[in-house]
Every structure is written in structure tokens, then in C-alpha cells.
């Protein structure tokens, strides 16, 4: 097939794809995918906990075929990003493709092909990609689309959280940041935020007391206040203050712990304020620096901004290109087996930086760290349990230089 027709069919399929109900797009797809001389596809997408990948449109029962992420070959191109393919008993090519929103993986793409060739990948890959466009598109509006990612209902609190938490992971060419939140069908007071502008990333990471329908609401209250703020060009501590005032007005009687930050993506300054909130970590060349980013604790947010002791310091550090930044909620370390022993932080650090010695991208790594901790809790967790990881990663040519030792680099400030 010339590359104008390529470019054709999938300009055509993109056109129709606005006109087509959610529950169609299946249907849509498998046909232009024979148009293009494949055998068929289908589009899988990831559940919420990102256990298995779930063909569209069939409501994720057993006999619709949902797939392992772990354990196949499905799986596989979901869990590296890469295209992965095998041979059914027939010869038939089978390919699996990541569908991707950015770079956050959404599912995966199931092809037919009669021969493995590059230029069979090639349209593969395209149809992957408007796949993906054309999911996304519906995703805000179909309950279609989200009924297939759910394995059980959502509490009530569980789906206010939701629908204020942005994609799971967000990024650029010079950074990555991903969050994961457990347990996802009953989450109370655990929520994150992450967005980019300009240079900068933001992130909020927030922890409301409590585990019920108030607590929902004082996260999803804290990430509007988050948003608020910084759209109007606030920057961190009028962020902090926004948030504390509308939760002292507003919920009066909950309290709520808090990392927000800002990370500089030219220069690799990350500042943030810790509000009562466990200490972030950072994570360099496969080890903690220990205590680099622990300062005296500060109240929580809720009391106002005018309570005695709410003052706000400002913290900031400088980055290497390959440091991480961890932040978490006490819901990670508190978590206890049925022995009755802890997660705990060292546990944590350890997933942490095995996975970054593996190489492993920080959504895959989170992903893995998430089950391991819901695994040993036997599926059940006695509070949330939220967990965010930031990789600064700029071009070589755009690196900083090396930080100054840690004891100079890392500076307190009343304002960023």
C-alpha cells in the first residue's frame, strides 16, 4: 500500500471515529484494519489497577478474552512500550502495539497479519497511534469506556477522587513523572496532581484525614485549590494557602497533609513545600541521599492560612539528570502483612531504586512496586496508599551542571 493511501484510509477512519458512538469504535477498527490488508485488530485496554488489558466494548467478562500485563505477550508490549509479536498455529502474525495518550500507556492494539514485514509495522504503528486519538476521545463521555476499565463498582468517594486525578503519567523529553493510587475502587482522602507549563512541572501530592465520602471531597477540594492558584499565576505558597483557606472555610474539622513542588526542567531545581506530609526522597545514581530533602516538619493544611504557626517555608535542591524524586503517602510504609510487620521505607527504596538500576520507566516501575504492596496486603489495604515518582532526564546537551554538594544545594526560601 502507497503512503498516500495509508495516509488516506486513516484520515478517513479518523473522520468517521468522531461520528462513532464509544461502543462502535471496535467495530471501526477491525474493519480499517482490513482495509489496510491485515487480518483483523482489536483494542485492549488497561483496567484501573493495570492487572489486565481488557478488549473494548465487551464489558471485560472472562469469555470477552481479557490478558494478563503480566504473563503475556500482550502484557509485554503494555509493560516496555514496544511492539511484540508471535505466530498462531495457523502462521497467522499476531502483533501487539502500546496505545499511548503522550506517554501514558492507556492499552494495547491486537493486530492480524498474513507476513511480518517493516512496512506491515509501519501501518500497524499508524493505526495504533489514531486508535489511541480516537479511545482518548471518548474516554471523557463514555460510560462505555470506563465500565470497561472497572472490574467492580467505585465507592462514591472513590469516584470524586477519580475524576479530579489527571493521567497517571505525564511528560516530556526531559522529564517523567507517574503516580499510582491503591486501593483504586475505594480510595478515600489519597489524591496526586501533575501538570506542565512552560518549564516547569507541578506536582501535589496530598493526603486528607480520614476515609470516607469528606475526605474525597477535601482531596478533590485540595487539587482544585492546587489548580486555582497556580492558573492565576500563583506561585507555591499562594498554592498552599489557597488550598488552606478553602479547607478551613469549607470542611472545617479535616486536616490535610501535602507535598507541592516545582520542578524546573531547564535547570533542574526542584522546590517544594511539605505541609505536615512524610519527606520526599531523592533518588541518585541507585541510592537515596539520605535526608536531602527532610526539613523541620510544618502544620497541615485545613487550620487557615492565619493560624499561629502556618508560616510556609519554601525548600529547594538542585538535580543531576537521572535523579529521582519519590513522594508518597504513610498509607505505602504503614501498610502491614498479616504478620503484622510494616512495608515500611527501606522496603520501599529498595523496589525503588532495583527497579531504577533495572532500567526500568517510572510508570512500569510504580506499576510493579503498587501490586507488590497490594499482593502482600492480600488485596487489602488499610489506608490509602499513593505514591509519585519524578525522573529528570534532560538532553545531554542540555544538562545542568553538577549540583554543588548537598549541604549547599539544597536552600531554604519564604517565596518560588
Known amino acids: 500500500?502507497?503512503?498516500?493511501?495509508?495516509?488516506?484510509?486513516?484520515?478517513?477512519?479518523?473522520?468517521?471515529?468522531?461520528?462513532?458512538?464509544?461502543?462502535?469504535?471496535?467495530?471501526?477498527?477491525?474493519?480499517t484494519a482490513r482495509v489496510l490488508g491485515l487480518a483483523g485488530a482489536r483494542v485492549l485496554l488497561a483496567d484501573v489497577q493495570q492487572l489486565r488489558l481488557v478488549p473494548l466494548g465487551t464489558g471485560g467478562?472472562?469469555?470477552?478474552?481479557?490478558?494478563?500485563?503480566?504473563?503475556?505477550?500482550?502484557?509485554r508490549a503494555y509493560r516496555t512500550m514496544t511492539a511484540h509479536t508471535a505466530r498462531d498455529e495457523d502462521g497467522t502474525v499476531?502483533?501487539?502495539?502500546?496505545?499511548?495518550?503522550g506517554i501514558e500507556r492507556i492499552g494495547v492494539l491486537e493486530v492480524g497479519a498474513h507476513r511480518d514485514d517493516p512496512e506491515l509495522l509501519d501501518r500497524c504503528r499508524a493505526l495504533a497511534d489514531v486508535a489511541a486519538l480516537a479511545v482518548i476521545s471518548k474516554s471523557g463521555f463514555s460510560d462505555g469506556v470506563v465500565r470497561t476499565v472497572r472490574s467492580a463498582p467505585m465507592t462514591l468517594a472513590a469516584e470524586l477522587v477519580w475524576s479530579f486525578l489527571p493521567p497517571r503519567?505525564?511528560?516530556?523529553?526531559?522529564v517523567t513523572s507517574s503516580a499510582v493510587l491503591e486501593p483504586a475502587y475505594e480510595v478515600g482522602g489519597d489524591a496526586f496532581d501533575q501538570a506542565l507549563h512552560g518549564e516547569q512541572l507541578h506536582l501535589a501530592v496530598v493526603d486528607a484525614m480520614g476515609h470516607d465520602l469528606a475526605s474525597g471531597l477535601s482531596a478533590a477540594v485540595a487539587l482544585a485549590g492546587c489548580r486555582s492558584a497556580r492558573r492565576a499565576g500563583g506561585r507555591l505558597p499562594a498554592v498552599v494557602d489557597t488550598v488552606d483557606e478553602a479547607l478551613a472555610r469549607w470542611i472545617p474539622d479535616r486536616l490535610l497533609t501535602a507535598v507541592v513542588g516545582t520542578l524546573d526542567l531547564g535547570t533542574g531545581r526542584f522546590a517544594w513545600l511539605n505541609c505536615g506530609h512524610p519527606p520526599p526522597l531523592l533518588i541518585r545514581r541507585q541510592h537515596v541521599v539520605a535526608g536531602a530533602l527532610e526539613h523541620p516538619g510544618e502544620l497541615p493544611l485545613g487550620l487557615g492560612p492565619a493560624a499561629p504557626g502556618s508560616h510556609r517555608t519554601v525548600h529547594s535542591v538542585q538535580l543531576e539528570?537521572?535523579?529521582?524524586?519519590?513522594?508518597?503517602?504513610?498509607?505505602?510504609?504503614?501498610?502491614?502483612?498479616?504478620?503484622?510487620?510494616?512495608?515500611?521505607e527501606e522496603r520501599l527504596i529498595d523496589h525503588v531504586v532495583r527497579a531504577a538500576a533495572a532500567g526500568e520507566p517510572a510508570p512500569e516501575a510504580l506499576r510493579r512496586l503498587i501490586n507488590a504492596i497490594m499482593e502482600r496486603q492480600r488485596g487489602r489495604l488499610d489506608d490509602d496508599a499513593t505514591i509519585l515518582l519524578?525522573?529528570?532526564?534532560?538532553?545531554?546537551?542540555?544538562?545542568?551542571?553538577?549540583?554543588?554538594?548537598?549541604?549547599a544545594s539544597s536552600r531554604r526560601t519564604d517565596a518560588t
Do not use: C, K, N, Y
Open 1 to 31: 500500500m502507497a503512503h498516500d493511501d495509508l495516509g488516506a484510509v486513516l484520515a478517513a477512519l479518523l473522520r468517521r471515529s468522531q461520528q462513532t458512538p464509544p461502543d462502535g469504535l471496535s467495530a471501526l477498527f477491525d474493519a
Open 390 to 407: 519524578v525522573e529528570w532526564h534532560p538532553p545531554t546537551a542540555e544538562a545542568a551542571e553538577p549540583a554543588e554538594s548537598q549541604d
Open 321 to 344: 539528570p537521572g535523579d529521582r524524586i519519590l513522594v508518597h503517602t504513610d498509607g505505602v510504609t504503614e501498610a502491614r502483612a498479616a504478620d503484622g510487620t510494616r512495608f515500611g
Open 94 to 101: 499476531r502483533l501487539w502495539l502500546p496505545l499511548m495518550d
Open 169 to 174: 503519567t505525564v511528560g516530556t523529553d526531559r
Open 61 to 75: 467478562t472472562e469469555a470477552d478474552g481479557p490478558l494478563g500485563v503480566d504473563g503475556t505477550v500482550a502484557g
